[in-house]
């Protein structure tokens, strides 16, 4: 059974019967637990189900990852997504990853002359109408959990395109100064994105010190500037220092949001 079916067939499960253990599904598909485990990672990325401890159930309104995420740490991602925006100048392209700081920032771009290219479909939504804003939606596949694009049609995109600017959202940064990420397949298209753009800015919260993620996005190298809310630790400060990254400070609570 190829990866697509198996996936198929525990979602079709997990509809049909409701929450299902491991157990169940290992019995109903006979699938090995390991490869069942595996799958329902994949499944709860991409929105299909929601995983819970030994199992799974269907996915309801109530479950949406973007909303859970968009409200932590939400003063200083508002400072952290307005400093972004002001980095950029007029008649620039930019492109803006996923995440719910970047998604922030797409606020701060109303009116403004930029050419902004993105696979966040937050940012779609905020800018879609703006009459100044030259919007480009890179393809893919929808993961409806995180409004995102994702897959080969959205790095082929990228190869088809060069920007001024990458403002680039992250899971973590380890003190080696590299930026990881918590799903694997977002790693391929954030290294894209990374590919074409002349500058890479990233943006991140003290919560990403070092944040959580295990998939190597980039190494300290790939970017060369960081806004973020706190002074890293001394240990990622030096690695920092050392690659030439400029670390800029965003101060919570100067401004009302828009």
Known sequence: MHAKERRDAIVEVVRLQGPATVSELVERLGLSEATIRRDLVKLDDAGLLKRVHGGARPVDVRDDVYADLVDRQAAPKEEIARAAAGRLRDGQSVLLDIGTTVGRVARYLHGRPLTVITRNLAVYTELCEDPVV?????????????????????????????????????????????????????????????????????????????????????????????????????????????????????????????
């Open 134 to 258: 030259d919007l480009v939606l890179l393809g893919g596949q929808v993961r409806p959990a995180h409004r995102s694009l994702v897959g080969y049609l959205t790095e082929e995109s990228l190869r088809q395109l060069r920007a001024d600017v990458l403002l680039l959202g992250t899971s973590g940064i380890r003190r080696s100064g590299h930026s990881v990420d918590t799903v694997a397949d977002e790693v391929p298209v954030k290294r894209a994105m990374i590919s074409a753009a002349d500058e890479v800015v990233l943006l991140a919260d003290a919560s990403k010190f070092p944040g959580s993620g295990t998939a190597t996005v980039c190494d300290v190298g790939a970017y060369r500037h960081l806004i973020t809310d706190v002074h890293p630790d001394a240990e990622t400060s030096s690695v920092l220092e050392h690659a030439g990254v400029g670390v800029e400070l965003a101060r919570t609570g100067a401004h009302p949001a828009p």
